[in-house]
C-alpha cells in the first residue's frame, strides 16, 4: 500500500509539470534539452530510491509481522476450544517446580519443592487432597441449552447439561491415577471411590487421556539434560525450565464463578 501510494503520487506531479514534454514548434525548448535529460536522472532516481525502500520495507514486513500487525493469535484460542471459557485466555511464563535431584554427597535423588506452595504428590494426606479439590472444584459446569445445542451430540442429565473443559479432564486423570498409585490408602480415604471393576479400567482410561493431550499441546519449550551420579551409572536429567503458559488464575476464578452463577457438579476430583 505505501508503496502504491509514493508512485501514485510521483506519477501525478510528473503529469501535472509535464516536464518532458517538449513543444514540437517550439525551438526555445529544443535549445533546452539538456535540462530535460537532467529531469529524467532526478525521475529515475526518485523511482529507484522508492522500489529499494519499498522492497526493504517488504522484506521486513515479512519476517517481522507480529510488530505491525500487533495482533496475538495466542488469546484467541483454537477453534475446537470452548467459546464460554476462551475470554478466560491468558498467558503467562511460568518455570515448573518439583525437579528431580540428585545430592551428590550422600548419592540419593530427591524432588525439590517449596513446602509453602501447596503439595499434589508425596505420601497421601489430608493437605494433598484439599489441593486436589482447590484444583477441580465444581469439575463439571451446568451449562444452558443454548449453550448445549453448540456442543457435540448433548444429552440431558437430571435435567441439567453439563460440560467440563478438557484441561479439568485432565486433571482429574493425573488425580485418579495419583491415587491409584495409593490404592490401599484410598479404599478407605476415598469418598468418591470408584467399584473395584470400573477402577482398573477408568485408570487405563485416564492413563491413554494424558497421553493423547500431551502428544495435542506438543510442547516445545526445550529442556536441557544435565549428568548426575558417577560413572558408569549416569542418569541424565531435564532442567526444569520456563513454558508459555494458560494462565490457570484467571480460569480458575473464572470458572468458580460460572459454576457459582449457572450452577455446576463436584465430583471431588474422582
Ligand atoms: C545432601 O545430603 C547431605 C548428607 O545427607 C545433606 O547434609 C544435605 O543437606 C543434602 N543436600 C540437599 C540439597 O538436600
Redesign the pocket.
Same mark, same amino acid.
Request: aromatic residues 10%; negative net charge; proline residues 7%.
Given at each position: 500500500m505505501t508503496c502504491a501510494n509514493s508512485n501514485y503520487e510521483l506519477v501525478k506531479e510528473i503529469d501535472v509539470e509535464e516536464p518532458f514534454l517538449p513543444h514540437p514548434s517550439n525551438h526555445r525548448r529544443d535549445h533546452h534539452r539538456p535540462a530535460l535529460s537532467q529531469w529524467m536522472v532526478v525521475l529515475i532516481t526518485i523511482i529507484l530510491t522508492t522500489t529499494i525502500i519499498c522492497s526493504l520495507q517488504a522484506v521486513y514486513l515479512t519476517f517481522q509481522p507480529q510488530t505491525l500487525c500487533n495482533v496475538d493469535d495466542s488469546k484467541k484460542g483454537f477453534a475446537t476450544e470452548w467459546d464460554v471459557l476462551t475470554p478466560t485466555i491468558e498467558t503467562e511464563l511460568v518455570r515448573y517446580t518439583n525437579a528431580f535431584?540428585y545430592?551428590? !554427597?550422600?548419592k !540419593?535423588y530427591?524432588r525439590?519443592f517449596d513446602p509453602k506452595e501447596p503439595q499434589y504428590v508425596g505420601t497421601p494426606s489430608p493437605e494433598i487432597d484439599d489441593a486436589w479439590n482447590e484444583l477441580l472444584r465444581g469439575q463439571y459446569l451446568a451449562i444452558t441449552e443454548q449453550e448445549a445445542k453448540r456442543l457435540e451430540n448433548p444429552v440431558p442429565i437430571r435435567g441439567y447439561y453439563l460440560a467440563e473443559p478438557e484441561v479439568m479432564h485432565s486433571l482429574h486423570c493425573v488425580n485418579a491415577i495419583r491415587k491409584a498409585l495409593s490404592h490401599e490408602y484410598y479404599l478407605t480415604h476415598d469418598k468418591h471411590k470408584l467399584p473395584e471393576a470400573v477402577h482398573q479400567v477408568h485408570v487405563e482410561h485416564c492413563l491413554d487421556q494424558l497421553r493423547q493431550n500431551i502428544q495435542c499441546a506438543g510442547d516445545l519449550t526445550p529442556v536441557p539434560l544435565r549428568p548426575f551420579g558417577d560413572e558408569p551409572n549416569i542418569n541424565l536429567i531435564g532442567e526444569p525450565q520456563v513454558h508459555t503458559c494458560r494462565k490457570w488464575k484467571t480460569f480458575r476464578d473464572f470458572y468458580t464463578q460460572r459454576g457459582d452463577e449457572y450452577g455446576m457438579l463436584d465430583s471431588g476430583g474422582t
Amino acid at each position: 500500500m505505501t508503496c502504491a501510494n509514493s508512485n501514485y503520487e510521483l506519477v501525478k506531479e510528473i503529469d501535472v509539470e509535464e516536464p518532458f514534454l517538449p513543444h514540437p514548434s517550439n525551438h526555445r525548448r529544443d535549445h533546452h534539452r539538456p535540462a530535460l535529460s537532467q529531469w529524467m536522472v532526478v525521475l529515475i532516481t526518485i523511482i529507484l530510491t522508492t522500489t529499494i525502500i519499498c522492497s526493504l520495507q517488504a522484506v521486513y514486513l515479512t519476517f517481522q509481522p507480529q510488530t505491525l500487525c500487533n495482533v496475538d493469535d495466542s488469546k484467541k484460542g483454537f477453534a475446537t476450544e470452548w467459546d464460554v471459557l476462551t475470554p478466560t485466555i491468558e498467558t503467562e511464563l511460568v518455570r515448573y517446580t518439583n525437579a528431580f535431584r540428585y545430592n551428590a !554427597t550422600d548419592k !540419593t535423588y530427591y524432588r525439590e519443592f517449596d513446602p509453602k506452595e501447596p503439595q499434589y504428590v508425596g505420601t497421601p494426606s489430608p493437605e494433598i487432597d484439599d489441593a486436589w479439590n482447590e484444583l477441580l472444584r465444581g469439575q463439571y459446569l451446568a451449562i444452558t441449552e443454548q449453550e448445549a445445542k453448540r456442543l457435540e451430540n448433548p444429552v440431558p442429565i437430571r435435567g441439567y447439561y453439563l460440560a467440563e473443559p478438557e484441561v479439568m479432564h485432565s486433571l482429574h486423570c493425573v488425580n485418579a491415577i495419583r491415587k491409584a498409585l495409593s490404592h490401599e490408602y484410598y479404599l478407605t480415604h476415598d469418598k468418591h471411590k470408584l467399584p473395584e471393576a470400573v477402577h482398573q479400567v477408568h485408570v487405563e482410561h485416564c492413563l491413554d487421556q494424558l497421553r493423547q493431550n500431551i502428544q495435542c499441546a506438543g510442547d516445545l519449550t526445550p529442556v536441557p539434560l544435565r549428568p548426575f551420579g558417577d560413572e558408569p551409572n549416569i542418569n541424565l536429567i531435564g532442567e526444569p525450565q520456563v513454558h508459555t503458559c494458560r494462565k490457570w488464575k484467571t480460569f480458575r476464578d473464572f470458572y468458580t464463578q460460572r459454576g457459582d452463577e449457572y450452577g455446576m457438579l463436584d465430583s471431588g476430583g474422582t
